[in-house]
């Protein structure tokens, strides 16, 4: 005889079997692995297909102009470029899904999600040439927080003059640190709790995903974050 059983706003039926109690934290985890994954896919197929079908039609393209010699008939030069564009979109675009360094070491990873900020804020970025193996998820999603760290500090109309990022490790346990400081003149630093709500549920995130911990920090002429967490074997589950 089944029986209905109410996990929240959600009903199960059972036919006889035990269903245990869904563990919210567990069923997050998936979903950000899950999310990363997929992500991953979409990235690939870019950057494995239409990056290398454009790449290819525009040698195709080089090599017809090349036999015609004057190619003011044709449009080469004008049709060239806009497959440069094409190309450089597709790029940009599958790098903004997953970065390419998602793989690689963390410190690499973390130093190509910075670089597009150098050209607006004076970056100070100390990143070790080792490090443990990370998974996936949690490099992506690190990468999304100092995003968030740079997009919340757009908000403000008073920028600072240099922005800390220090990546370490003391065996097992980790630590990314994002200080920024600002010139000495009367007016007030930004006040934390003004900051956009996206960065506390990013922390958050990162709080519940790591089982880590994060501080933040005020002080005169000073904001800091403090992200702590302990290295975690990288799983080979599959979720898809």
């Not at 869904?22 to 979409?42: C, F, G, I, K, T």
């Not at 790098?95 to 963390?106: E, G, I, K, T, W």
């Not at 003149?185 to 790591?210: C, G, I």
């Amino acid at each position: 005889m089944k029986e209905a059983l109410s996990l929240g706003a959600v009903t199960r039926w059972s036919c006889g079997l035990t269903i245990h109690p869904l563990d919210n934290v567990e069923l997050l985890r998936w979903w950000h692995q899950y999310q990363v994954q997929m992500l991953s896919q979409e990235a690939d197929t870019i950057r494995n297909g239409l990056l290398q079908d454009v790449f290819a039609a525009r040698r195709r393209l080089e090599l017809i102009c090349q036999s015609h010699g004057d190619d003011s008939d044709l449009g080469c030069k004008s049709c060239l470029t806009e497959l440069e564009q094409i190309y450089s979109s597709l790029e940009k675009l599958s790098d903004r899904l997953v970065s390419p360094y998602l793989q690689s070491a963390l410190p690499l990873a973390l130093q190509h999600a910075v670089d597009p900020w150098q050209s607006k804020f004076n970056l100070d970025m100390t990143f070790p040439q080792t490090w443990f193996a990370e998974s996936a998820e949690l490099t992506q999603l690190l990468i999304a927080l100092i995003d968030t760290f740079f997009h919340s500090l757009m908000t403000f109309s008073m920028q600072p003059y240099c922005c800390n990022i220090q990546l370490k490790h003391q065996g097992n346990s980790k630590e990314l640190t994002f200080f920024v400081r600002y010139t000495d003149w009367p007016s007030p630093l930004p006040d934390m709790s003004k900051f956009p709500k996206s960065l506390t549920y990013m922390l958050e995130t990162f709080q519940v995903l790591t089982q880590g911990e994060y501080t933040q920090v005020s002080q005169p002429h000073e904001l800091g974050w403090m992200l702590h967490w302990e290295h975690q074997e990288i799983s080979n589950q599959d979720t898809l």
